[in-house]
């Protein structure tokens, strides 16, 4: 793992993980060299991570949560939900889904872990995506992923 200091965050990533900052330098995509990458308008990454704030629009987060799942799944045709819990991120009360949808590459199946929580008047989100057949042997590094963010 490699510390990366993102636009408001701090988090561990694993050593071969790329980061690219989007236009707007409040959003920063991850991604292993092996992975699918077209994030400018296409916004895929096949193995890694979306990490970033955007303003929130209400200030309940579990709503904030679903409208941010809500837009993913209008984006994503075939999103299916599997697990959705509140937990801690950065000590901060927070909210997980781990969904799944048919990929770019053949639609084979993503699995994707979105964690997403709020400072001050900002939601704070991080998604970390992984092949279907492969969530479960990265599971581990996802979460030590997670347990390493800091925010700002």
Do not use: C
């Not at 309940?60 to 991120?89: E, F, T």
């Amino acid at each position: 793992m490699k510390l990366y200091e993102g636009a408001g965050f701090q988090v561990s990533i694993p050593r071969n993980w790329m980061p690219a900052r989007s236009a707007s330098g409040m959003t920063t995509y991850f991604a292993a060299p092996d992975g699918k990458w077209e994030i400018e308008g296409g916004m895929t990454v096949a193995l890694g991570m979306i990490a970033g704030f955007e303003r929130a629009g209400v200030h309940d987060l579990k709503i904030l949560a679903q409208d941010r799942l809500d837009s993913l799944a209008r984006d994503n045709p075939g999103l299916r939900v599997l697990v959705q819990r509140p937990l801690q991120l950065a000590g901060r009360e927070a909210f997980s889904f781990v969904f799944e949808n048919p990929g770019p590459i053949r639609g084979e199946l993503e699995r994707t872990m979105m964690v997403i929580t709020k400072q001050r008047d900002q939601a704070f989100f991080v998604t970390l995506t992984a092949p279907a057949v492969l969530f479960g042997e990265l599971q581990d590094t996802f979460e030590r992923v997670l347990a390493s963010v800091q925010l700002r």
